[in-house]
C-alpha cells in the first residue's frame, strides 16, 4: 500500500525523505550485507541529497546508481550525476569506487547496454522472485508536472519495453536534451522500495493523478503501490491541507 506523508513545507518534506532513505540504506545493509540505492536528478531531491550527506554517517557497503541520465558528459550542468556528486557523494565522501553512473556521453543506445551490463552484474534478483530482474533496494525519484518518472514520459514506447527491460535508450524526450538513458518499469517495479518526492504547488496535479488510477498518459501511476512511499509538502499535497 502506498505511503504518503505530507509536511509543512519543501524543507521538512526533504528532511523526511533524508531520514527515510537513511533507514532504506540500514534496513538493506543489515538485512543483506550491502545497498543499492539509485538516485534520480532534479532541483526537488537535491536539498534532500544534501540533508542526506549528514544524515548517514557510514556510506561503507553502499553501492549508487542512478535512475536515468542526460546524454552529456559527467560535468555538464544538465548531468543527474554532477548533481548527485555536488550535493551528497563528495560532501559525504561517497567512495567513487562504488558509485555507478551512466555514461550518457556515450548516447543512448551503448550507454544504456552498458548500464544493464553493471546491473546485471552487480544487483542481483530476488531469491523469492522468479524473475532475474536485478532488484534496487531503493530509488529515490522526483515526478515532472505530466506525471514522467526518471526519463518515462507520458505515453512514451519505452512505458511498453516489458516485463524484462532494464535499461532503456530514449531518443525523442519531450523535455531537452531529447536523449537520454533510463532505468525500466520493471525495474522500477521491482525495487523493494520506491521513494517518490514531490514539492510546490505545480506538482500537486502530478501527484494526485500518480495516486489515482494507472495510466500510461500518467507514468507516476504505473509505479507498484505496494512498494511506494510518496513524501510531498503542503503545496504539492493532492487533497486540500487541513489548517
Request: with cysteine; net charge negative; hydrophobic share 40%.
Amino acid at each position: 500500500m502506498t505511503r504518503l506523508s505530507t509536511f509543512p513545507g519543501a524543507e521538512a518534506a526533504a528532511a523526511r525523505a533524508a531520514v527515510e532513505i537513511a533507514r532504506e540504506v540500514r534496513r538493506a545493509r543489515d538485512e543483506r550485507g550491502v545497498a543499492h540505492l539509485a538516485l534520480s536528478g532534479g532541483s526537488t531531491p537535491a536539498r534532500t541529497y544534501e540533508l542526506l550527506a549528514g544524515e548517514l554517517d557510514d556510506w561503507n557497503g553502499v553501492e549508487v546508481w542512478f535512475a536515468d541520465e542526460r546524454c552529456v558528459g559527467p560535468e555538464d550542468e544538465q548531468s543527474n550525476y554532477r548533481l548527485a556528486a555536488e550535493t551528497l557523494l563528495r560532501p559525504a565522501g561517497v567512495d567513487p569506487a562504488h558509485v555507478h553512473r551512466m555514461e550518457g556521453e556515450m548516447g543512448p543506445v551503448q550507454g544504456a547496454q552498458r548500464y544493464e551490463t553493471a546491473l546485471r552484474e552487480r544487483v542481483p534478483p530476488d531469491d523469492e522472485n522468479s524473475s532475474d530482474l536485478p532488484v534496487l533496494d531503493l530509488i529515490v525519484l522526483g515526478i515532472g508536472p505530466d506525471g514522467h518518472i526518471a526519463s518515462l514520459f507520458p505515453g512514451a514506447p519505452t512505458l511498453g519495453a516489458g516485463s524484462r527491460a532494464i535499461c532503456l535508450a530514449v531518443h525523442d524526450s519531450p523535455k531537452p536534451p531529447p536523449e537520454r538513458i533510463t532505468l525500466s518499469l520493471a525495474v522500477l517495479g521491482a525495487a523493494r522500495r520506491c521513494l517518490l518526492l514531490a514539492t510546490g504547488a505545480g506538482k500537486a496535479g502530478a501527484i494526485a493523478a500518480a495516486l489515482a488510477e494507472p495510466s500510461r498518459h500518467v507514468p507516476a501511476s504505473l509505479l507498484e503501490r505496494r512498494r511506494l512511499t510518496v513524501i510531498v509538502d503542503d503545496a504539492a499535497s493532492p487533497a486540500p491541507v487541513q489548517k
